[in-house]
């Protein structure tokens, strides 16, 4: 459907609602008054033509008092310069909806017995009076109707908005998620492919099975793309692959240690975050040194938290915390997948550096994966 034929749709919807409510106020106006004519026996063939002259005019000023209102686009206007210019236009309504209301009265000599006492100037006051009460009722109810009215389309803005908008954070976060995921340094993979060519003839048996840890940690990295997470267990056999490759090239100046609770070997934590921790701790602390160094893994369960620690023989000033791909990318990662529950840090522990992550323990396997409770 076009613009203009939803326009059109839309005023015919809206001008459908105005026509059933006046028909609905005005002969609400119409039963009441005929109610208490009857009570009072004051019902004829008078009071009856009266009645119609004053629904008649209150319809009749009410459709142009509607119009001025759109013309005028009050409804666009402030609050405060709306209700201004609806009681001005209830008064000169409401005193041109009397001031007619009198004439048809005395032109069809239609005075009640208490008018026909009345001087001609007090029936008018009292017409434009009771005018303006029921077009100050008429022009209150089409004011909160099209506040509210206006309160709900702009709720459904926001919503729609913000719909939108998260669909395009979550496109943004998953665009994110993928690049992080599918992160390898390169230089490690040549790293490797030396370490790995100058095996094949000092160690064959040593040189296969560097290629199957190689090829192990590139189809870990390609699977990573995925899935959100994946058990510790699963993560820590790649950290294995990835540390013995790295042992060929460091020999004895590196040194391992593994301290994990069993406990923990399932719990779900981001693919390839260990991995890239470990990398950082070789590149910023062990390579750094002459004499190498220690790196010690970690992982426990601490007050509600999964918590995983890599330490490193280094120095922090030679581990950045604002700087390289690994460090920035786990925050990220972290608060994409987890929000402000999850924390990392970074920090210096005598002659180590210390990386520390926590992750809430309110994270539940399905079969189909993890997710937050």
């Not at 060929?248 to 719990?267: A, G, K, M, P």
């Not at 160094?293 to 120095?315: A, C, P, R």
């Amino acid at each position: 459907m076009n613009m203009s034929g939803t326009l059109k749709k839309l005023f015919k919807d809206n001008f459908s609602i105005y026509i059933l409510f006046q028909a609905l106020g005005w002969g609400f106006i119409v039963l009441v008054n005929i109610f208490f004519a009857i009570t009072f026996a004051k019902y004829n063939s008078r009071f009856v033509s009266r009645l119609f002259v004053f629904v008649f005019l209150g319809l009749l000023w009410t459709s142009i008092m509607r119009q001025v209102i759109h013309k005028r686009r009050i409804l666009a206007k402030s609050l405060k310069m709306q209700l201004i210019e609806f009681f001005c236009i209830t008064m000169i309504f409401g005193a041109l909806c009397g001031y007619c209301e009198s004439v048809f009265t005395d032109y069809f000599d239609l005075k009640s017995s208490a008018e026909k006492n009345l001087t001609r100037s007090s029936i008018i006051i009292s017409d434009i009076f009771y005018s303006f009460i029921y077009l100050f009722i008429w022009n209150c109810i089409y004011f909160i109707y099209h506040y509210v009215e206006k309160s709900r389309r702009q709720t459904t803005d926001n919503m729609k908005l913000e719909a939108i908008v998260k669909e395009l954070e979550l496109k943004s976060i998953q665009a994110e998620l993928k690049v992080i995921k599918s992160h390898i340094n390169p230089h490690f993979i040549f790293n490797s492919l030396n370490s790995i060519r100058a095996l094949i003839d000092e160690n064959p048996p040593r040189a296969r099975k560097a290629v199957t840890e190689l090829s192990n940690i590139l189809r870990s990295s390609m699977l990573a793309e995925k899935t959100e997470v994946v058990p510790l267990e699963k993560e820590i056999n790649i950290v294995k692959d990835y540390l013995e490759l790295e042992h060929i090239r460091f020999e004895d100046r590196l040194q391992i240690s593994y301290c994990l609770d069993e406990n923990t070997l399932d719990r779900p934590v981001p693919p390839m975050l260990v991995q890239t921790l470990v990398e950082n701790a070789i590149k910023h602390g062990i390579s750094k040194s002459i004499k190498g160094g220690q790196i010690k893994i970690t992982s426990t369960i601490v007050d509600g938290f999964h918590m995983i620690i890599i330490q490193n023989t280094g120095e922090l000033d030679k581990f950045p915390p604002n700087e390289g791909f690994g460090l920035v990318s786990t925050e990220s990662r972290l608060k994409l997948l987890f929000g402000n529950k999850a924390k990392f840090s970074l920090r210096q522990i005598d002659n180590s550096v210390e990386a520390m992550v926590l992750i809430p323990m309110e994270v539940v396997k399905e079969s189909v994966g993890y997710h937050l409770n």
